[in-house]
């Protein structure tokens, strides 16, 4: 009798933990494909923001090179990314920005939001990694600032967002974490192609046809102004 009601028990158990690992390891691979494909294809979202919004007219230092640099006087497309070091997500997200970085015209710039990031702590984590872009830290003004045009998401390393600032004045974010492949044709698609001057290839091309345009057309447009005032 004893041995028959602890049988039962211990069958109805093994069912039950085997039924829920399967099910378990189900779920894991559904989840992990369903994320993989989030996480690598985050779309961009246009922000409303102002062209002399603080983070982007603020006086910020590198603290790799020591130089001061603004968001708004880059003449290519620039990635601003709020993060620590600490943050292991940011470390992923940096490590997508290392692929991207040697294969197109962009400047990534890497603000800190955490005073135990001093920069000293920065710059090693640059060096160590072998990163060649910005780093600098947000000051309370222009963190303030990108939570006004982002959200508070910004404040928090994990979660926040990464920036795209495109040389027509276009901003965009997107989620991490972003994939360098996936980040370079959204920098195609929203910034368009970039020029050796950091212009846009549509709008300097634009600029060129209309110029050659008016100088090919200089006799035509003498010839009807002739016409005109002889009419």
Avoid at 80 to 95: K, N, P
Avoid at 145 to 150: C, E, K, P
Wanted: proline share 4%.
């Amino acid at each position: 009798m004893t041995t028959g009601r602890d049988t039962i028990p211990r069958r109805n158990i093994l069912r039950t933990v085997g039924a829920g690992s399967i099910a378990a390891l189900a779920g894991c691979a559904g989840t992990d494909d369903g994320e993989s494909d989030e996480e690598s294809a985050p779309e961009p979202e246009a922000v409303d923001v102002s062209e002399d919004a603080t983070w982007r007219t603020a006086s910020l230092t590198d603290v790799t090179s020591g130089e001061a640099f603004r968001v708004e006087d880059a003449e290519r497309p620039v990635i601003v990314h709020t993060f620590s070091t600490g943050c292991a997500v940011c470390r992923s997200q940096d490590r997508e920005f290392d692929d991207l970085y040697p294969n197109a015209d962009v400047e990534i710039v890497d603000l800190t939001i955490y005073s135990s990031d001093d920069p000293e702590t920065l710059r090693s984590y640059a060096n160590e990694e072998g990163y060649e872009w910005r780093f600098g830290t947000a000051t309370d003004e222009v963190t303030s600032d990108l939570i006004s045009d982002f959200g508070r998401e910004v404040t928090s390393s994990a979660n926040s967002p990464v920036i795209v600032v495109c040389p027509n004045d276009g901003v965009y974010r997107l989620e991490k974490k972003a994939d360098a492949e996936h980040l370079e044709s959204i920098l195609a698609d929203v910034c368009g192609p970039v020029d050796s001057n950091g212009s846009d290839d549509s709008g300097t091309t634009s600029n060129s046809s209309d110029a050659g345009n008016s100088s090919d057309s200089d006799d035509s447009g003498d010839a009807t102004d002739s016409d005109d005032s002889s009419a």
